[in-house]
């Protein structure tokens, strides 16, 4: 009975590969939005050669923001999946030959805990989390500012105009989660975790030409507007969006038990993710990756406390390199640090707080300055946005419940939330989910 189940979740998971939509990349939006020369308006300057020019514009929000795209993978590699593990541990008892419960609680939701779940047993869980991102490093993504500045500005004159841009920037992401583990030996576990991911993101810009170069003048940088004097407009709204649906990065795990003393238990693992998601279409991380971790955890009655610590090694992904030119780089690792405690409430009820820190090293910030635009003509006084290389914490905390509703069935409730600024930030992310033990 136990291996038909298994060959039928089996089954089931990869099944979903195939419901999947392949929309334009949608790591190239940000770069796509202006056109492949940057923010082009028009102009009836003439030059010497009797002809017009268009006036290209550039910025760092072309050439930068990409780096958002490894933010946004980042963020999603870095949230623990929900723990493979079941709620249910067992251990066996050789007074009576069978197994027995090994803990009263019901174990922690986006963390780990010491125990394994017993040689024979299996374990399925599955889990929908949602996150729709506020947040850049403390910056709103419903008012991300930018400046384009003229090619070649350093000349002055006419070329001293600029084009501020207002973005804002939409970006969610569905996640399902099917995970199954199985317990080798009474200590050691194996787990497959494969989630399948929803990505949708959209930009809508609205860019206003700032004349500090050339003043009055319209006819020299214009946006076409047939309902402006002339058909020479000073604002347009320049728009995006896209969506992409598949399987995400593949987790595999090895956990074991090393110690078991008393109500104390302290297991090790590796989790190894996969780069079976689609990079291009911001469904993975395109970069293989292993994470060691160990779990500490100890039962103190009615209360089960853990600690867990891991290091999250990443390797190369087009999203950290050139994604038109296929050239990769190196995607950011990750320290992981967390702490909390489970809480029987009754036999079938018991409540979970975690306290969850992130190190992200050497990664990609986004950081907003006052700009100053000035010529011949005036000056305005803008906001505008770079991108710096550095480390830096984020720290989220979790509250959840656990529900066993039936016999070896358990429904898990969780919203996990941000309690600093810094990265890509979710206020607060739902999990339903469900475990099941046999």
Known sequence: ?????????????????????????????????????????????????????????????????????????????????PSPASGFTYKFDPATGTFVRSTRSFGPILTDRGETIGRGRIAFGATLQHFSFDELDGVSLSNVPAVFRHDAYQTTGGRSDVIATENAITASVTQFTGALTYGVTDRFDVSLAVPIVQTSLSLVSNATIE???????????????????????TTHQFFASGQASGVGDIL?????????????????????RLPSGDERNLLGSGAVGARPFAALSAAMGPASPHVNLAYQWNGKTLLAGDVREGVKGDMPDQFYVSAGSDFTLNPHMSVVFDAIAQRFLKSPRLVTFPFLATGPAGSAALE???????????????????????????????????????????????????????
């Open 1 to 81: 009975m136990r291996t038909a189940v298994i060959a039928f979740c089996l089954t089931l998971l990869p099944a979903t590969t195939f419901a999947q939509t392949q929309p334009p990349n949608l790591a190239t939006l940000f770069e796509d939005i202006f056109g492949p020369n940057g923010l082009v308006v028009s102009s009836d300057d003439v030059l010497l050669d009797g002809s017009t020019h268009a006036a290209h514009f550039n910025s760092s929000f072309q050439s930068d923001f990409k780096l958002m795209d490894i933010a946004l993978t980042n963020q999603l590699t870095a949230v623990p999946v």
């Open 211 to 233: 004349r500090v170069g050339t003043g009055a003048d319209r006819g020299v940088h214009y946006f076409l507007d047939p309902t402006a004097p002339g058909g020479h407009g």
């Open 252 to 272: 595999v795990r090895a956990k074991s038990n090393v110690l078991h003393e008393g109500g104390r238990s302290l297991a090790a693992g590796l989790d190894v």
């Open 384 to 438: 505008d946005l770079r991108f710096d290389t550095a480390s830096f914490w984020t720290s989220n905390g979790s509250f959840g419940l656990k529900a066993n509703i039936a016999r070896r069935l358990l429904v898990d409730f969780n919203l996990r939330f941000a309690l600093n600024h810094a990265g890509l930030t979710d206020r607060v992310t739902p999990l339903i989910g469900m475990e099941w033990g046999f």
